[in-house]
């Protein structure tokens, strides 16, 4: 079992994102887990699992579908992009490794290249280089900034594919481990205190370091958008309680949080165990999962 | 998935104990989870979870086993009891209710009257009076009192099945919410802040409704040992806050918490939603949760 979640840049026009989880949903043996849209991002997250093969399948005909119907000449929002299909990670799941992700991603982009003349870059575990590891490098200047580039700036030059960029972009494709995508809404409309927040938090200006951060507007509400990348050493109680501390430090506080996509079950048990304040608490004394591991 | 906690009045022969163990785990789909027994008492608790059908089948086949086994005019203890198969708690764990406990237990009730021709009276979530809801009322008189009462006194009128008792005595068969056993430790050794605290927190002292607690010294450390009978409306984080208030008013705080026995998976996520600030947490987003409905 393999899990997938591409980003595509879309979150306001219903009947492009049904073509795309059509083009997913039929794919015999695919499973969708999950599907979440933000209009104020103009971005939407599908998340499916199944066999591989399977899942690379469903991959290649929702990126197809995004590139036909997605211009990114005339697309905007509020979360960097450079592509129609955005970001395709695969995440292993029960019974695979990352290893096995990783030739997958390697062989979509691949396919990618080839059948849709789309600039591919591989990403974290999939990277061909160490700064291409991370998703802010590649993004940087977004498509516009991109487009300017990629034909000369040998440090934009695709892994696969032209280099040269359509309507539909470019397409970065990775293998990592499972990513918390969590936002925290404050109770202020003040983008500073967001953005300011943000950069506190996240690891790459000090912060913790399984963290990424933007602070960003949505619905007139302050929200800090993170994406926990290593939930089990930076884990989610953590990056809450530091987030209030912050928001105290600026006469706010947190109003609610919410969870894009799916969370594996051990990053809440965690969260429980140290906010109830219950290290000693065992896997053996969770009583639905003594049974699972009698039945 | 549910839990089935059967009380019979036999502590003291292994082969007795050993055919009631054989009758529930040869039924197919049956986790036991704990057997535990007491020669003083004269009794023995099995713990044992499943399917809501496969564990009221094991169930059915424990009371009759014993029901052939004990003969409740010998039987003696120091705990009280009117059947063979004193008590026959369901509780719900994760994927169904209380109320679907409450159906089971009317069911099986029926089918001992019915098949066994004992006696059956309903008791908490399932009582058939408000009265009934509580055991030491049921279990009033005990074996010898009810053998007196049950065939011309209305109060002692079974819920299903004859109005006199045979060898096997009756059966309480009810529903109720996991009991969780959660003690926290104080950073004192002060027994009267553990007392004052537990005071505070327990409903029958105007605390918390589902909390029943009690201060006391644990190896030079002050705790407050509770038991929380309804977490669903009375939840283990709730309880961990005003524990810690009502610490921090006494000038001292939590030291740890400890789980005694089995916590339903359910509390720990419930405690993980609240504490994250993550009120629109949905099952389906937890990812393990949704690969078991899948596979």
Known sequence: MIECIPNFSEGRRPEVLHAIGQSITS??????????????HNRSV???AGEAHVVAEAAYQAVRQAAQLIDMRMQHGQHPRIGAADVVPFVPLAGSTLAECVALAHQ?????????????YFYEAAASRPERRELPYLRRGEYEGL?????????????????????AGATIIGARNPLIAF?????????RVAKAIARAVRGSSGGLRGVRALGMLVGGRAQVSMNLTDYRHTPVHRVVELVAREAQAHGTSIAESELVGLIPEDALIDAARALL???GLRDEQILERQIRMLL
Chains 1, 2 share one sequence.
């Open 46 to 48: 599908f998340t499916f």
């Open 147 to 167: 487009a300017a580039r990629i034909a000369h700036d040998p440090d934009r030059a695709p892994d696969y594919g032209p280099s040269q960029l359509g309507s």
């Open 183 to 191: 936002n925290i809404f404050l109770h202020t409309s003040d983008l």
């Open 277 to 279: 304040r219950l290290p």
């Open 108 to 120: 979509l982009g691949q396919r990618i290249a080839t059948e849709l003349a789309i600039p591919v």
């Open 27 to 40: 794919v015999a043996g695919i499973a969708l887990l999950d599907q979440h849209s933000d209009a104020d």
